[in-house]
Structure formats: structure tokens, C-alpha cells
């Protein structure tokens, strides 16, 4: 892609990796203190045994979370690569192997019944979902004719601090006041890729 990657890049990747950690709030940097409960004479923990086998089981979300970001990586080079082809033929072949994926999926792993026992919100969640998909990569590859896949993914990091809002505003979620200070983060690195082209320019360093 002959990308250049100089020192600036490299603190703008530091500045928005610690604010996606912190955001993100790993169990094993960030423990979770569970409060006491009494039940009869024995005090007890929060710490039952869904909650040991979901910490068990975090290691492998964040494998496969790390698997994902990988290949969205690969799929925004590519993608980079054939950005002369037209949006919707690209949309096209997406949306044909999720097709091939989704229908394999629901015959041989899902076992309990299908849309019958969907409630009203499933269904608006499940086209709402479906809707935001398409639209956003529609917007993903139309922006990959203008910038590098590098700027694309740092620009989309965003996101992290949209949906942290969304679940703050719309679910409850309850903030750490840590998280302000990783969203902080993230915005600036947001910011400093916006900004990335007048700064170099002005510092004139090849090392830069």
C-alpha cells in the first residue's frame, strides 16, 4: 500500500490502543470487585458460577475478538485494493457469503426454533442491525476510494465511543470515570489522524 509509517503514526496507535483498553476495561487489568451478600450465617460472594465460567471464558472472546480485527484489517486492504469496482458490486459479494455463512450456521449449530418466539424488539433490533450493517459498509468502501486503510481504521475507532454512549444513554449502562478518560483518548487519536497530512506537512521530517 506503501504506507507511510513514521513516528507520529506510531503515537497516534499507542494514544488510541490504551484508550480502547481502557474503555474496553479488561478483567484481567481492570478486576471486577464483587460485593459481599449475606445468606444466613455464611457471607458469600457476587462471584457465583456464571460469573467464574464467563471470566474462564474471557480469554477465548478476546481471541476471537482478535481474530475479527485481523481480518477486518485484511478485508479493509482489500477492499482498498479493488476500490475502482463500484460499492454495490463489492456489497454484493458481502452480503452473498453471509448468506452462504448465515444458512449454514442456522442448520447445523442453531437448535432451538427459529423467528417463531421472537418478540417485536427482536425483530426491530435484528433489521435495525441488518439496515446499520449495509449502510455502514457502504460508507467503508466509499471512503476507501478517498483515504489510506490505515486512516479508514483509526477514523472508525470512533465508533468505540459511539456505542459506549449508546449503552450509557439507551441501556443504563453505568460509567467508570476511567472511561471518560479512555474516550478521551480515542477522540484525540481520531483527531490527530484527521489533522495528520497539515501536521507532518508542517514539521517537514521524514522520520516524522
Known amino acids: 500500500l506503501k ?36 445468606q ?34 485484511w478485508i479493509a486492504i482489500l477492499a482498498r485494493q479493488i476500490s475502482h469496482i463500484h460499492f454495490s458490486v463489492q ?3 458481502f452480503s452473498i457469503g453471509g448468506l452462504v455463512v448465515s444458512i449454514a450456521g442456522m442448520l447445523s ?14 425483530w426491530l433490533l435484528s433489521i435495525g442491525q441488518a439496515v446499520f450493517a449495509l449502510l455502514g459498509a457502504v460508507f467503508l468502501l466509499t471512503a476507501l ?4 486503510a490505515t486512516k479508514n481504521k483509526i477514523v472508525r ?10 449503552q450509557v444513554l439507551a441501556f443504563g449502562t453505568v460509567p467508570h470515570l476511567s472511561d471518560y478518560f479512555g474516550a ?11 489533522l495528520e497530512d497539515k501536521v507532518v506537512k508542517r514539521i517537514n521530517c521524514r522520520y516524522f
Open 3 to 38: 504506507d507511510h509509517f513514521g513516528i507520529y503514526r506510531g503515537m497516534v496507535g499507542i494514544i488510541l490502543t490504551v484508550g480502547v483498553v481502557i474503555i474496553s476495561r479488561p478483567t484481567a487489568l481492570f478486576p471486577t470487585d464483587s460485593d459481599p451478600v449475606i
Open 157 to 166: 475507532s470512533f465508533q468505540v465511543v459511539v456505542s459506549y454512549i449508546i
Open 91 to 93: 456489497v454484493f459479494w
Open 40 to 73: 444466613g450465617n455464611n457471607t458469600t460472594t457476587n462471584q457465583n458460577i456464571t460469573e467464574q465460567l464467563k471470566k474462564s471464558a474471557d480469554p477465548l472472546g478476546i481471541a476471537f475478538a482478535l481474530t475479527g480485527a485481523l481480518l477486518s484489517a
Open 109 to 122: 449449530v442453531d437448535t432451538e426454533p427459529l423467528f417463531t418466539t421472537w418478540t417485536l424488539t427482536t
Open 184 to 194: 478521551l483518548m480515542i477522540v484525540m487519536a481520531v483527531l490527530g489522524t484527521v
Open 145 to 148: 476510494k478517498w483515504i489510506s
